[in-house]
């Protein structure tokens, strides 16, 4: 018999076969490489114009936040990473005159989501994801609700855009908006009472034998018959 | 997060009985994730922008997320799960591949993640997974690579909600595997020629019934017509009838030395006498002989020889309980009872030989009217210290303590085979079988 040695590799890689492998690392490979440029452009498009000296500075620490993110997967580094992007963002946008920055704010604003959800991807710990996805959505139902988010965006900074809008009038706006939208999204649903979850049940199928073996049962006495 | 334990069931008479497939219903306990705390900070820190600065054109960041965090509220995700799961079988042999498969039940769930906790020493690949509608199933294959008894799992799951903002943790148990050590290689049964046993398969040296030709004698008076050999009685112009050979039983006991266990896992001492046992005691009861097992090291136990079916099983179970054995109290051969070494059996040692336990059980046997076969399975040398001239020389020192052990077994007439889990012990045995003959009894 041929039994592998299975002293020196870690349960759950050695066995695989190298195209799962080899397909596994692509893909994360290409999240990676996906988040990475995401991260970088966000903060690339803060430098267009006439960058000043802040922004500059926030843009090379937004920077390297996100690949120490993207590398290490921390939960924490990649808050500091969104953070920073976000603030950078910002502080481009108040720089600069509001019309001259209408399109890359909107274009900002879709790389802060995706720049989300490429590092939600990549987080690892605990309460990152787990090793194999095994029902992931459809694209049908994903597609449309980012589209809405960034039309709604851009419909904004059309507006903002505007020669005469008020801009303090958006800033309220903005405000209860906001004050709104946390209302709605952190109602949470009532949990039942634990008496509701009926006990977990198991089917007997009887002890089972080798593979392709006629079932056998195993005796009762299965000690050894006798011992010092 | 909400653990869920799948009961085994117990049956009438108390045995906890295996349970190979199992479904639940488990709460969820939905938490926030990363993405919808990030989407909150980039919505927050837009709106204080813009407040700070006066300027609403700030605001316009905050949008994308706060739709996002609109859209997908968290009354939406579901209350409970039901998952149901199948394991292939709870009883296996190394190397065999069990399917794991996993159905989860749940509507608004946006993506599944799952993760089986693969044993200590085993393989899990994920095969196959698919949904239709609320209903995603999955398939792993588990591969056990060494003998013992595990968990199997646990399986992970864990439950994406409202587009990838809340999470949910569920962990579902499955039940105890136990992993049979596979057998080591032994072709064919072979017996020594002077068998005492009746009723078996082997031709002996003895003459009788059975259908093996063994030579011819002149006629006697009682002799069967029908067992006249004509061609014979026509050259010698006298009657002569043809002999068969008796067909013998054989009795097999296995010793196992399990006193120390040394060499990586998978391939350890403790290992290749495991494998070695399961292959003899397999091989020789598929031959309708009688096998026993006796194992030294821990406690001393003994299983005496039978040909039965479920010996097989019972000696399975023995040498699987030689791993938790870990007393050292230990004891001699010489405290087996008769009844397990019944007399004329073939004794088959397999040791590692790494302290003088060995040379006294063969000593002990020797005086008992055995002819032992010492099985010799340590494949290692220890770990020294390449550049340590006084670890070199104890390695040294190490090595000729080894072979001068061999030399007393030697000595005593006992013949030492080296296995290293590989190769194929039936020309070995049967070399030694008719090389050896039982002295007296001391």
Known sequence: MTTPSVDQLPAGEPHEPSARVANRLRTRAARIAATLLVGLAACALALTGDPKQPVLLLAGFAAAAVVFAVATGWRMSGSVAVLLVTVTTLGAASIVPRRDRSVETVVACGLLLLLCVGLDSLERGDRGPLRDSIGGPAWGQVLPVYAAALGATAAVAAVAALPGSPSFTLVLVGLAAAVGAMLVATRGHRRPAPSDSPAPRSNRNGPGARKGDDEKSLPDDMSPDGST | ?442
């Open chain 2, 1 to 442: 997060m909400s653990q869920v334990t799948v009961q085994q069931p117990v049956s009438a008479q108390g045995q906890v009985a295996a349970a190979t497939t199992g479904s639940t219903t488990a709460a969820l306990d939905f938490s926030p994730t990363s993405r919808l705390r990030r989407l909150a900070l980039v919505a927050t820190l837009a709106v204080v922008a813009a407040v700070l600065t006066a300027r609403g054109e700030l605001a316009v960041v905050a949008v994308a997320p706060l739709v996002l965090l609109v859209l997908y509220p968290r009354r939406d995700l579901p209350l409970s799960v039901d998952i149901s799961f199948r394991l292939e079988t709870t009883r296996c042999i190394e190397d065999d591949e069990l399917a794991v498969e996993v159905q989860v039940r749940a509507a608004g769930i946006h993506r599944v993640e799952a993760e089986l906790v693969a044993p200590e020493h085993a393989v899990v690949r994920l095969e196959e997974h698919s949904r239709d509608g609320d209903v995603v199933r999955a398939g792993w294959v588990l591969v056990p690579g060494r003998w013992g008894r595990y968990r199997a799992g646990p399986l992970r799951l864990r439950l994406v909600g409202a587009m990838g903002t809340y999470a949910a943790r569920v962990d579902v148990e499955l039940p105890e595997l136990v992993v049979y050590p596979g057998a080591g290689a032994v072709a064919r049964a072979v017996a020594p020629a002077q068998l005492q046993a009746p009723l078996g398969e082997h031709a002996s040296r003895a003459t009788g019934t059975g259908v093996e030709f063994a030579g011819v004698r002149p006629y006697a008076q009682g002799d069967r017509e029908r067992d006249v050999d004509w061609r014979t009685t026509a050259r010698h112009q006298q009657l002569y009838v043809r002999q068969y050979a008796a067909e013998r039983a054989f009795d097999l006991v296995v010793v196992l030395d399990t006193g120390v266990d040394a060499g990586p896992p998978g391939r350890s001492t403790l290992d290749l006498s495991v494998r070695a046992a399961m292959g003899l005691a397999q091989t020789y009861l598929r031959a309708h002989d009688r096998v026993g097992l006796v194992t030294l090291g821990g406690s001393l136990r003994w299983i005496g020889p039978a040909s039965a079916g479920r010996q097989l099983y019972r000696i399975c179970e023995a040498v699987m309980a030689a791993r938790d054995d870990i007393s050292v109290v230990g004891g001699r051969i010489e405290r087996v009872p008769t009844s397990v070494l019944p007399s004329g059996a073939f004794v088959a040692v397999v040791t590692p030989l790494l302290d003088d336990r060995a040379l006294e059980m063969v000593t002990d046997l020797r005086a008992r009217g055995f002819a032992p076969l010492v099985i010799d399975v340590l494949t290692t040398d220890p770990d020294v210290p390449a550049k340590s001239a006084a670890a070199q020389l104890a390695l040294r020192v190490w090595h000729m303590d080894r072979e001068a052990l061999k030399v007393q077994l030697a000595g005593l007439g006992v013949p030492v085979l080296h296995w290293d889990g590989e190769g194929d012990l039936t020309g070995v045995l049967l070399h030694s079988m008719r090389a050896l003959r039982p002295r007296a009894r001391a």
